[in-house]
C-alpha cells in the first residue's frame, strides 16, 4: 500500500514539474514500479509455498469481486476467518454497527475499529463485487429500495462478505450463489 502511494504522489508531481526535474521523476517512477512488481511476485511466493494459503486463497477467489490483493490482505491480517463468529469477524474487520446514543438522543450508526487495512480491502473487493456479483449487487439495490443511503447499502454489503467468507472457511467450501 505504501508504495503505490509512493506511485501516486509522485505520479501527481509529475504533472507539475517543471520539465528539468521530469528525468528524475521518470527514474524514481520506474524504479518503484519495479519494486511494486518484486513485491507482488514476492506475495505470490509466499502464498504459494504453504499448502494451506494456497487452498485459502482458492477458496476467497472463488467468490466475484476478492481479487489476488484481497484474497492476500485477508489471509495476512484477518487469519481468523473461518474460526469465529459473524459478529466477531465483523468487528474484526471494523464493519460492527456502534450507535451513538445519549440519553434520549437516538444519533447514527457507524463503524469503526477493527483492522482499517482489511475494511480498505473489503472496500475495494465490494466495488469489484457491484460489477461481477450479482448476490452482492441485488443486496444493495434491496437496500436502496427500503430508502437507505447508498453508503449505507454499501458498507452492509461490505459487512456481508466477510461473513460469507468465513462461514466458506469454516465449511471448507468455494463459492456457491445463494438462490434468489
Known amino acids: 500500500a505504501q508504495l503505490i502511494e509512493m506511485l501516486t504522489a509522485e505520479q501527481n508531481r509529475r504533472k507539475r514539474a517543471h520539465k528539468s526535474a521530469l528525468p528524475s521523476i521518470d527514474e524514481f517512477i520506474r524504479f518503484i514500479s519495479q519494486r511494486i512488481k518484486d513485491a507482488d511476485r514476492d506475495i505470490d511466493a509466499f502464498l504459494h509455498a504453504n499448502d494451506l494459503w494456497r487452498k485459502t486463497e482458492a477458496v476467497l477467489r472463488s467468490v466475484p469481486g476478492i481479487g489476488k490483493?484481497?484474497?492476500?490482505?485477508?489471509?495476512?491480517?484477518?487469519?481468523?476467518?473461518?474460526?469465529l463468529n459473524a459478529r466477531e469477524i465483523a468487528s474484526l474487520a471494523g464493519l460492527a454497527p456502534f450507535n451513538s446514543d445519549s440519553g434520549a438522543h437516538c444519533g447514527q450508526r457507524h463503524v469503526s475499529g477493527g483492522r482499517p487495512i482489511v475494511r480498505r480491502a473489503l472496500y475495494m473487493a465490494?466495488?469489484?463485487?457491484?460489477r461481477s456479483n450479482a448476490h452482492i449487487k441485488a443486496f444493495c439495490d434491496r437496500?436502496?429500495?427500503?430508502g437507505k443511503k447508498t453508503k449505507v447499502a454499501f458498507v452492509a454489503a461490505m459487512r456481508k462478505m466477510p461473513t460469507q467468507l468465513n462461514a466458506m472457511m469454516r465449511d471448507g467450501t468455494t463459492w456457491n450463489p445463494p438462490k434468489p
Open 69 to 83: 490483493g484481497a484474497a492476500a490482505v485477508l489471509i495476512a491480517f484477518l487469519p481468523e476467518l473461518g474460526t
Open 143 to 146: 437496500l436502496r429500495a427500503r
Open 126 to 130: 465490494c466495488v469489484a463485487a457491484q
